[in-house]
């Protein structure tokens, strides 16, 4: 009598082979799956749309542990692939918001002991980077790290005090 073809497999092997197959039919039909889901919520009504979210909400409120432990002990187990894939992300796209862009100005001003007084850093970066022209010599300002009209803002070194938003030649001779 010829043997089934799964005679060998015990139940729970069998759902760990199946388990194996959807796996492998998901990693190459990703584009069609993505596709299949993203046709479906858009045929939902706004209703619908809205009690979609709050199931995902309450999904991801009541499962934030076993997530967590999810996530740290994939990252334990894939050191390398974790750490490149921080530095890609901090790379190619955190570094190119407004936020991390912020910061990283906010940063080196506070470095250097400037001192913005009463205002929060959030409105000096605002009236700064909405200056258009040095408030000196009249050029039109440049944003980045190169280049004599690029934008800075003058501070006195002594007291920390901020005085003007310049070009970067100007800030130089006042010093
Ligand atoms: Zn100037």
């Given at each position: 009598?010829?043997?089934g073809?799964?005679?060998?497999l ?5 759902k ?12 190459a ?5 993505k596709a ?21 909400r309450?999904?991801a ?5 076993a997530?967590?432990q999810?996530k740290?002990?994939w990252?334990?187990?894939n ?6 894939y921080?530095a890609?992300?901090s ?7 407004d936020?991390?862009?912020k910061?990283?100005?906010v940063c080196a001003?506070?470095?250097t002991?400037?001192?913005p007084?009463?205002?929060?850093w ?7 980077y909405?200056?258009?022209?040095c408030?000196?010599?009249e050029?039109?300002l440049?944003h ?18 901020m005085?003007?938003?310049l070009?970067?030649k ?6």
């Amino acid at each position: 009598m010829p043997r089934g073809r799964f005679s060998k497999l015990t139940v729970e092997e069998r759902k760990e082979r199946k388990r194996e197959q959807d796996k492998r039919y998901r990693a190459a039909n990703i584009e069609k799956i993505k596709a299949k889901q993203r046709a479906s919520y858009a045929a939902l009504s706004e209703e619908e749309k809205e009690q979609r979210k709050s199931d995902m909400r309450e999904y991801a409120n009541a499962n934030v542990e076993a997530a967590t432990q999810r996530k740290s002990d994939w990252v334990a187990a894939n050191l390398d692939r974790s750490r490149e894939y921080q530095a890609t992300y901090s790379r190619e796209i955190y570094s190119k918001t407004d936020g991390a862009k912020k910061s990283s100005r906010v940063c080196a001003w506070k470095r250097t002991g400037m001192d913005p007084g009463s205002l929060t850093w959030d409105e000096v970066y605002t009236i700064v980077y909405s200056t258009t022209h040095c408030e000196e010599c009249e050029i039109e300002l440049v944003h980045g790290r190169y280049g004599a009209n690029r934008l800075t803002l003058d501070h006195d070194h002594e007291t920390g005090a901020m005085r003007n938003v310049l070009c970067h030649k100007c800030n130089v001779r006042r010093g």
